[in-house]
């Protein structure tokens, strides 16, 4: 376990409108849902001065033919692409990490690899994958995936595929190009190329990447599962564990599981930051902050479908109890937590779908500033989280209010820095830097015996 005083990390999950279904509704909110990448800039780089670690870019991917039913009601997460985004984003900032979300079931260990190893470069080690798995419906239909996997597959052929990228960035030794020799040709360390060969049950690979080991040695490794599959391959890959608690005893028992499960699998624990979501309405008082986020949930239109975490409830009676419903495929974690809140407060559809599913299961804190630093510092101080992904309601001002109001009080009460102290993700993070495993010598040898 590391000695050093735990910092507090913060990163922040941006969206068009804010997060809550009743944002884009609001007067402050912007006027259109084209993309504007103008908008994003202004975005990051006020997550950028408020030194917060990393902003988090998402990936609601496929949208199946008929799923166009009432769209023209519902707020729909038409953001750009990601790895598209942060890799713009990477030109017009200098400290703050950028997360990309990519599903491994769209996509090749090779060439993910690349453009991950490339945007590494790019932005000087600023860059995160936020490794999803999952497959709905639409998603699967908009790729032409005819047969998905199970829950289990799906992770199965996940953690075959960071494994894959981990060796493909591994490939090149860290410095194989630092020592060209004009005056002999020789242009680089041939003794620091590591082929790739694999033969698996999902994927068959022999390369070598064509970039070099990218500056954090890979991509800091972000993931959200909550299921019991889902947080064992955080405990052996991810390095920030996106999770989601209402409640302090339901989040200590998550820090504790997957801390547990880290150190089981031969990790520091310190080494996976568990970061729940947070929601938050800030107000002068807490009945301004409550009067906010009561205009909010006053322009959720409830009419055409209604989705429950995956779930279509629309036939249901809307101020009903939840029905008993087959578990799905993908969420099972969100969903058993969704299914117990229901139970333990005798909730509602409506109240569930404000409770929960406008918030997609996390704590809302409502009130002053000085009130949503006191419950950051609790769950924090108390082993119920590493740090929080702020979920704001409401952009660009909710993210304003916490950069200006919250981010001063946690500075004054010394958990959350006054500066960037480093220059990558990992340094924010005070995560370590990967060793090649490959590496065959900690001294050079000289290039006459290298080129051999």
């Known amino acids: 376990m590391t000695t050093t005083k735990r910092q507090l990390a913060l990163a922040v999950f941006l969206t068009r409108h804010g997060h809550h279904p009743g944002a884009w509704r609001q007067p402050q909110s912007a006027d259109t849902g084209l993309p504007d990448f103008r908008y994003w800039a202004d975005l990051v780089r006020t997550a950028e001065r408020g030194k917060l670690d990393a902003a988090f870019f998402a990936d609601f991917v496929g949208q199946s033919g008929d799923s166009t039913r009432g769209i023209d009601r519902r707020h729909a997460f038409l953001d750009f692409e990601p790895l598209t985004v942060t890799a713009a984003l990477a030109g017009i900032t200098s400290h703050i990490g950028l997360v990309a979300t990519v599903n491994t079931n769209f996509e090749q260990p090779y060439a993910l690899a690349r453009r991950f190893a ?19 419906d639409g998603a699967a239909r908009s790729f032409g995936v005819d047969q998905p996997l199970t829950h ?11 494994a894959l990228a981990k060796a493909l960035w591994d490939s090149w030794e860290d410095d194989a190009f630092d020592r060209a020799d004009r005056a002999n040709g020789i242009y680089l360390d041939a003794g620091a190329v590591h082929p790739v060969h694999h033969d698996g049950p999902y994927y068959h690979l022999d390369s070598v990447l064509d970039m070099p080991r990218p500056i954090q040695g890979y991509p800091v490794f972000a993931q959200a599962g909550n299921s019991e599959v889902g947080r064992d391959f955080a405990a052996r890959h991810a390095e920030m564990i996106y999770a989601a608690a209402q409640f302090i005893e339901d989040a200590q028992a998550f820090y504790a599981d997957v801390k547990a499960r880290a150190a089981a699998h031969g990790r520091d624990p310190d080494t996976l930051k568990v970061m729940p979501g947070l929601s938050y309405t800030i107000g002068s008082s807490l009945q301004e902050a409550q009067d906010r986020f009561g205009a909010l949930e006053e322009a959720v239109d409830f009419s055409g479908d209604l989705n429950l975490m995956g779930q279509d409830v629309s036939g249901y009676p809307l101020d009903g109890p939840l029905p008993d419903l087959p578990e799905p495929e993908n969420g099972k974690g969100r969903w058993r937590q969704l299914t117990a809140l229901a139970r333990r407060e005798n909730l509602t559809i409506r109240q569930l779908f404000l409770r929960f599913n406008a918030v997609r299961g996390h704590r809302v804190v409502l009130g002053t500033a000085v009130d949503v630093a006191d419950q950051i510092q609790d769950w924090f101080e108390r082993d119920a989280a590493d740090g929080f992904n702020l979920i704001p309601p409401l952009l660009p001002g909710s993210l304003t209010d916490f950069v200006d109001q919250v981010v001063p009080e946690l500075q004054r009460r010394g958990i959350f820095r006054t500066d960037y102290e480093g220059t990558t993700l990992r340094d924010h993070l005070r995560l370590p830097r990967p060793a090649n495993p490959n590496r065959r010598r900690t001294t050079p040898q000289p290039l006459e015996e290298a080129a051999l």
């Open 152 to 162: 289990k597959e799906r992770y199965a052929r996940a953690d075959e595929f960071v």
């Open 118 to 136: 490339s945007l590494d470069h790019i932005s000087g080690g600023r860059i995160g994958w936020n490794i999803v798995s999952s497959l709905a």
